[in-house]
């Protein structure tokens, strides 16, 4: 064997570790990159979540409607209350529906899905928060979760309202 020959198998060889560090460094970023990009969703998810709850407790109609809600007081709602809550209620199953197709396209966590499901369970246990809910549209997949998940709690409630303690009767 030639001493080119040589040479040229060595640039071969070196040439392929190269190439094999290479695509090491870029599985290496992307993998980077994702995490960079979760990071984000989720610090945007908590800003929306954050303010939507800084917005609701602001509005007064929207304190008096859950304080009656809270007071199993749903009929005496005025309209300004009602379409305070119903709008809080849309905007966080928007909030539910969003993080479910993040969840399905693998940028949410099974254990953060899984404290959403708890969560809507909880809301969904209450009749008004049911029929809110029903005059939305959503993806059909998210419909259909929704729909299983008011089954359950219809069948067994989850008792999330069940305090051992009563609220101040609202004014």
Same mark, same amino acid.
């Given at each position: 064997? =030639? &001493?080119?020959?040589?040479?040229?198998?060595?640039l071969q060889v070196v040439g392929m570790f190269g190439l094999i560090a290479s695509l090491i460094f870029v599985g290496m970023q992307i993998k980077q990159d994702h995490e960079i990009a979760?990071?984000?969703?989720?610090?945007?998810?908590?800003?929306?979540?954050v303010q939507s709850s800084i917005d609701a407790i602001n509005s007064q109609a929207f304190v008096n409607a859950s304080a009656k809600i809270y007071a199993n007081r =749903? &009929?005496?709602?005025?309209m300004q209350e009602a379409v305070a809550f119903e709008y809080y209620v849309g905007a966080t199953m928007t909030n539910f529906e969003n993080n479910h197709q993040q969840y399905l396209m693998g940028y949410l966590s099974e254990e953060h899905w899984q404290r959403n499901i708890r969560e809507m369970a909880c809301m969904l246990?209450?009749?008004?928060v049911r029929q809110v809910t029903s005059v939305w549209d959503?993806?059909?997949?998210f419909e259909r979760l929704v729909a299983e998940i008011i089954e359950q709690v219809?069948?067994?409630p989850v008792g999330c309202w069940d305090y051992g303690w009563s609220y101040p009767v609202a004014d």
């Open positions: 064997m =030639s &001493d080119m020959s040589k040479i040229n198998d060595w979760l990071s984000a969703v989720y610090q945007a998810r908590s800003d929306s979540s =749903s &009929d005496d709602l005025t246990e209450l009749p008004i959503f993806r059909d997949s219809t069948r067994d």
